[in-house]
Nanobody, 115 residues
Framework: QVQLVESGGGLVQPGGSLRLSCEVV????????TGWYRQAPGNEREMVAL???????TYADSVKGRFTISRDGAKDTLYLQMDSLRPEDTAVYYC?????????WGQGTQVTVSS
């Protein structure tokens, strides 16, 4: 059984930084696409960043240059480094793993950017 366990959310002031972590339990950390999504109240869930199996990445325009996705294969952990945070980044953030057409989701972690 695959589980994604997130951590690292919280309250931060505008301009601050946070790093989200997502531990993937279940030994599927190969030939996968990994990513981070977010959902703000009243909005649909949106893609924030993706990392493909060849380690190439793509980002939403709104976070380019501020967020960085990475993963540690030895620890089966996915990260999202978020810098220069803005109030509009406030949302619940979810990690995602896609393998062979199957999606696995983390439980979500709240990120609030406010002074």
């Amino acid at each position: 059984q695959v589980q994604l366990v997130e951590s690292g959310g919280g309250l931060v002031q505008p301009g601050g930084s946070l790093r989200l972590s997502c531990e993937v339990v279940g030994r599927i950390f190969s030939r996968i696409t990994t990513g981070w999504y977010r959902q703000a109240p009243g909005n649909e869930r949106e893609m924030v960043a993706l990392m493909f199996d060849d380690s190439s990445t793509t980002y939403a325009d709104s976070v380019k240059g501020r967020f960085t996705i990475s993963r540690d294969g030895a620890k089966d952990t996915l990260y999202l480094q978020m810098d220069s945070l803005r109030p509009e980044d406030t949302a619940v953030y979810y990690c995602n793993v896609q393998k062979l057409g199957v999606n696995f989701w983390g439980q979500g972690t709240q990120v609030t950017v406010s002074s």
